[in-house]
Structure formats: structure tokens, C-alpha cells
């Protein structure tokens, strides 16, 4: 299976520039996406396609990267991004998740 | 708006079965794959599998084959994942979720005790 290695927690303080990174054991090539998930919450839909905003998501929230490495930039932070964000690749099966990075803000 | 109603929290004791049912509303059913994702407590997701409504086809993770069955029935627009012999393993949250993960069922607590 594809592992997907996430950093487990990061901390900004609000307005700052964070990047979040996820590193996948073999290409997944663009076929990643990240979520963001609140406690008690079910994941939402952040960037398909490794680079793709969905609808509805603030433009503050991007991403990049193809082959096996990955970013999740939000610039600039707000409180309300609190939450666990997670990598998902659907380019190999089966499909995969990263372990979680949960952002805290200062 | 697109909808995913998922049916609610289970205790079951362990060796049983269960079945979780996914309400869809506010697209077409049977035009988008409906996934199946676990989540136990302080872990993270892994994918169970998905079915395609419209034809019924399937494809699971290696891992929850024998362990998981996916149906869905048309006429309801309702999706569903049994769980089989279930075990403490099988102690946690159950996510519908449709075709490209876009819109997700609020989560099915699954709980196995005796």
C-alpha cells in the first residue's frame, strides 16, 4: 500500500503563512487531495487533483506538488482553521490517508 | 444541496453483524460511487471501499474483504456496509462519502462490547 507521512502537529500564530506537508512512499502523481477535518466533525474537501480549490473553499487554502511530495499552504492562517488536516492519494490502490497534521494556533 | 444522512450510533457485541445505512439526497444516486471510510478514536482514515450504484459493482480494500459487504438499494437512494463477526477492532466511526470524497455522511459510531 501507498503510506502517505504527514508531520503530526504544527503551531502558527494567526495571520502567519503555514504549509503543511504530506510524503507518499511511491508517485501517486497528482492524484492527491487534502480535507480538513474538526473534532467531532466529518472531513471536508479542501484541494483535489494535488492543486484544485473545491467550491466554496477560501482561495486562502492551496496546494502543490506532484509525484511524491506535497504542500497544503494557508495564507494567512485564521483561528477558525483549527482543525486535523489529512492527505489522501487515489492514484494507487487502494486508496490511502495520511496520518493527520493537527494545527493548533498560537 | 448535496446530502449524506447516515444511520445512528450501534452497540453490538463482538461475533455479531451490523449494518450501517447512508441516506443520499439532492443528486443523482446512481451516478457517483458511494466510498466507505473507517475512523477509530485518535487514528486516522482508511478506506474500506465503494460502490457504483447504478450497476452495483464494487471494490474493496484488500484488508476489509470478508469483513465488509457494500449494496445500495435504487429505489431509496440508500447505501449500505455490513460489518461481519465484528471484534473490538471494529469499534469505530463510519463515513459514507460520494464519489470524489466531496461530500461526507456525518459519521456512524459503531461500538463493540460485550
Known amino acids: 500500500d501507498t503510506v502517505l507521512t504527514q508531520s503530526p502537529a504544527l503551531a502558527v500564530s494567526p495571520g502567519e503563512r503555514v504549509t503543511i506537508s504530506c510524503r507518499a512512499s511511491?508517485?501517486?502523481?497528482?492524484?492527491m487531495h487534502w480535507y480538513q477535518q474538526k473534532p467531532g466533525q466529518q472531513p471536508k474537501l479542501l484541494i483535489y487533483g494535488a492543486s484544485n480549490l473545491e467550491s466554496g473553499v477560501p482561495a486562502r487554502f492551496s496546494g502543490s506538488g506532484s509525484g511524491t511530495d506535497f504542500t497544503l499552504t494557508i495564507d494567512p492562517v485564521e483561528a477558525d482553521d483549527t482543525a486535523t488536516y489529512f492527505c489522501q492519494q487515489s492514484w494507487n490502490d487502494p486508496r490511502t490517508f495520511g496520518g493527520g497534521t493537527k494545527l493548533e494556533l498560537k | 444541496q448535496v446530502q449524506l444522512q447516515q444511520s445512528g450510533a450501534e452497540l453490538v457485541k463482538p461475533g455479531s453483524s451490523v449494518k450501517i445505512s447512508c441516506k443520499a439526497s439532492?443528486?443523482?444516486?446512481?451516478?457517483?460511487?458511494m466510498h466507505w471510510i473507517k475512523q477509530q478514536p485518535g487514528n486516522g482514515l482508511e478506506w474500506i471501499g465503494w460502490i457504483y450504484p447504478g450497476n452495483g459493482n464494487t471494490k474493496y480494500n484488500q484488508k476489509f474483504n470478508g469483513k465488509a459487504t457494500l449494496t445500495a438499494d435504487k429505489s431509496s437512494s440508500t447505501a449500505y456496509m455490513q460489518l461481519s463477526s465484528l471484534t473490538s477492532e471494529d469499534s469505530a466511526v463510519y463515513f459514507c462519502a460520494r464519489g470524489a470524497l466531496d461530500a461526507w455522511g456525518q459519521g456512524a459510531s459503531v461500538t463493540v462490547s460485550s
Open positions: 511511491e508517485s501517486v502523481s497528482t492524484g
Open positions: 439532492g443528486y443523482t444516486f446512481t451516478s457517483y460511487d
